[in-house]
């Protein structure tokens, strides 16, 4: 349905002022409800035309007779003419519900709405834009509008009134040969027809395809409509002497079966042509038999008569029935040929099946717009569908509703989870029920999101907190900088309904502690070194050496106080080592010794052999040791203990040699790093509290790694001990902080 011209809209005084009451426009109750609408209607929209240049009159005549040809009620073609007169009335509702009833007003002011919607849609088909500012892909867009024509309204019959209407549209625009406006007709081909098709109404789905391919492609449509034409009469002939020798076959073996002929329509031959890559000659089942039986067994047993007497093409024959498509579908599809070398398709199923392929959740959605053989599509198996196959049922049931509040009472419920609303651009935007102009601006753009400080919907402004309904368009209004308010996170104020965008608002704010934190880390950090007379040091080298992947990592746990400033102290400033002739001294040491392997230990026993602490597991004293002579980087120093040492000496016993510890005096002796793995009850100031029990034990941590998942936190610490023996102390201490449920040395 189309909106009048715009010199159509104004009514003069006198009449204006007859619609605002409903008793001077009140007609006999006696006369049957289409009737009785369409004389309420006249006087309005008899001179009046479309926007197309159709008659509205006339336009309303043609829908109501479409509707009572698909089995609509006489209300629902009633509400035709209701539809363009109530835009000439001042309070429309109330005027037609004295003299219609409720439902019939409400049924024809929500299809007014949608026309209104679609009109806004089809007008902006450039530069649609989704979410986050992406291009909107047009199967996406297509899918969009097609969910909002069915949760726009709570009645199923505001989407077959403008079903209808597009179809008389385009009849109108074929009997008058007018230029077709591309927009109108791409969205009658991509929208309404795969509607039409979901809801089982065959007779609008088909020839809407067939209108709307032959504006779009008017070339191609010609072209086949020709290859068709060509023998149209002998090929009519040849299928209807071929369909009662079919029949009269299956009734001499007993089985009484149905058989029709299945028109092949022009745009079904276009879409199997370019979907299979297939000449137009190689479209099978452009002749095509349908055969209805009443068991299965009978389908078999005609599909063994069809092809003893014709010649089966192996690689077209599918059996639905032993294997049937994921959406239910069932059916044998055959394809024989003739005495004349044609190709026939057959499809055989059982009533039941039959049934389902025309009312059912298949009804050709997965096989037309989503098959496995090479179309392509939407699939079938989403809870969008089922909710589909529940509306094909409400066609049906709609006949015997007297009132329209049934009805929506029915459909209603099927999509109250969600909304669908317009951006400015008329990009459809699915949101939750309840979702306010803040989660439409999350669900935009993030960045929208953040500086929304007002919205319009319908050009009105509203309240942030205000919800949204279906079909609304809504424009928000920015800041160019600035974030979202804590307020929104409040669910007794009312702002966000969407999960979704709840989450963008917490990580907004999460984002801007973490910054406030690493800020007063930074300042921390910046006057120890300045105390220390270390200015000049880089802070990412100094963080690296700590053990932390950037110097904000350093920053943000100690600015939580979470790190001891020590630790930076005994890295730039450590303390001078003692020499020792006797052991080999893993970090630093003096003497000739040392002077030979400066960047290792060595041996004892041996000079000048360059040693190195292996980092697998980190020995210490006095842990029990091997040697293992490496290729150019000296012995390296394993425990006993250690499954790579044990590896290398199976595989390679000649290169492993006695080692020992030396004695360690004075109070520089050296120290070695060893790992400390503990696993805590994650909480505030944990990591502060296990530092300060290794600074107290005089143990110097020169790298932290943690890992917290789920309220668990993982630490790993690299501290530089003296001796082992002393390391169990401190592991007992640490076992004793708060939440600490395991501590070892790895």
């Not at 089982?200 to 492609?217: A, H, N, T, V, Y």
């Not at 210490?620 to 000496?649: M, Q, W, Y």
Request: with cysteine.
């Amino acid at each position: 349905m189309h909106a009048p011209s715009a010199q159509a809209t104004e009514l003069p005084p006198v009449m204006r002022a007859t619609a605002d009451a409903a008793d001077t426009l009140a007609v006999p109750d006696s006369i049957d409800p289409r009737a009785k609408a369409r004389a309420f209607a006249e006087p309005f929209i008899a001179a009046e035309s479309l926007d197309t240049g159709e008659n509205i009159l006339l336009h309303a005549d043609a829908v109501a007779r479409i509707l009572a040809e698909i089995g609509g009620s006489v209300g629902m073609q009633a509400a035709t003419y209701l539809v363009y007169a109530c835009q000439h009335l001042n309070k429309p509702e109330e005027v037609m519900a004295k003299a219609f009833g409720a439902p019939l007003a409400q049924l024809a002011m929500q299809t007014m709405q949608l026309v209104q919607v679609q009109r806004m849609s089809r007008a902006s088909d450039k530069g649609i834009h989704g979410p986050d500012n992406t291009p909107l892909s047009a199967r996406l867009q297509t899918e969009n509008v097609r969910k909002m024509l069915l949760a726009f309204s709570r009645d199923l019959r505001v989407v077959m009134l403008r079903l209808a209407s597009r179809l008389q549209t385009l009849r109108h625009f074929a009997q008058t040969k007018l230029p077709v406006p591309p927009a109108l007709a791409s969205e009658s081909l991509q929208v309404f027809a795969p509607l039409a098709n979901r809801l089982g109404i065959w007779q609008i789905k088909w020839e809407m395809e067939d209108l709307s391919f032959r504006f779009l492609e008017p070339t191609t449509y010609r072209e086949i409509a020709l290859l068709l034409d060509e023998k149209r009469t002998e090929r009519e002939r040849h299928m209807l002497s071929l369909r009662e020798r079919l029949q009269q076959a299956l009734a001499e073996q007993g089985i009484p079966a149905q058989v029709d002929g299945r028109p092949k329509h022009i745009y079904s031959i276009v879409r199997k042509m370019r979907g299979k890559s297939l000449p137009f000659e190689r479209v099978f089942d452009i002749r095509a038999l349908r055969v209805v039986v009443p068991s299965v067994a009978d389908c078999y047993q005609a599909l063994s008569w069809v092809h003893e007497h014709f010649a089966p093409i192996a690689q077209e024959f599918d059996d639905y029935i032993a294997k049937p498509k994921a959406n239910g579908y069932q059916s044998l599809h055959t394809v024989v040929r003739d005495s004349l070398g044609a190709a026939i398709e057959v499809q055989i199923r059982t009533h039941a099946m039959h049934a389902h392929a025309e009312h059912g959740v298949a009804a050709h959605w997965a096989y037309k717009e989503a098959g496995a053989k090479g179309y392509s599509g939407v699939s079938a198996n989403s809870d969008y569908d089922s909710k589909i196959a529940v509306l094909r049922q409400l066609l049906a049931w709609e006949r015997d509703l007297s009132g329209a509040a049934q009805a929506s009472a029915s459909s209603g419920a099927l999509f109250e989870d969600r909304i669908y609303v317009l951006t400015p651009g008329a990009a459809v935007v699915e949101l939750p029920q309840g979702a306010t102009p803040v989660d439409f601006a999350y669900t935009v753009h993030t960045n929208l999101g953040h500086r929304c400080r007002g919205a319009k919907v319908d050009g009105v402004m509203v309240p942030l907190n205000t919800p949204l309904a279906n079909g609304q368009t809504v424009e928000i209004t920015a800041i160019k900088e600035g974030g979202p308010s804590r307020d929104w996170l409040n669910p007794d104020l009312g702002f966000l309904a969407s999960p979704r965008a709840r989450a963008k608002v917490r990580a907004w704010f999460n984002v801007q502690v973490i910054a406030e934190t690493v800020a007063k880390g930074r300042e921390a950090v910046e006057k120890f070194l300045q105390r220390l007379g270390r200015t000049a040091i880089r802070l990412e080298d100094l963080a690296s050496q700590l053990g932390f992947k950037s110097a904000d990592g350093l920053f943000e746990v100690v600015g939580k106080d979470e790190y001891s400033l020590r630790n930076i102290e005994v890295l730039l400033n450590p303390p001078e080592p003692t020499a020792d002739d006797e052991g080999f001294l893993p970090k630093k040491f003096k003497g000739s010794m040392a002077r030979q392997s400066p960047s290792g230990v060595l041996v004892v026993g041996v000079d000048s052999l360059l040693t190195q602490l292996s980092r697998c597991c980190k020995p210490a004293p006095p842990d029990v040791i091997g040697g293992f002579v490496t290729r150019g980087k000296g012995v390296s120093i394993h425990r006993h203990d250690c499954s790579n040492f044990r590896e290398l000496a199976v595989r390679h016993g000649e290169r492993v040699i006695e080692v020992r510890w030396g004695e360690h005096k004075g109070p520089n002796a050296s120290v070695y790093p060893v790992d400390v793995v503990v696993e805590a009850n994650d909480r505030q100031g944990l990591l502060r509290d296990i530092s300060e029990v290794f600074a107290k034990e005089k143990m110097n941590v020169i790298g932290v790694q943690t890992l917290s998942v789920k309220g668990t936190a993982w630490m790993t610490f690299t501290v530089e001990i003296g001796n082992a023996v002393n390391l169990v102390k401190a592991l007992t201490t640490v076992r004793s902080v708060k939440g600490v449920r395991t501590a070892r040395r790895r």
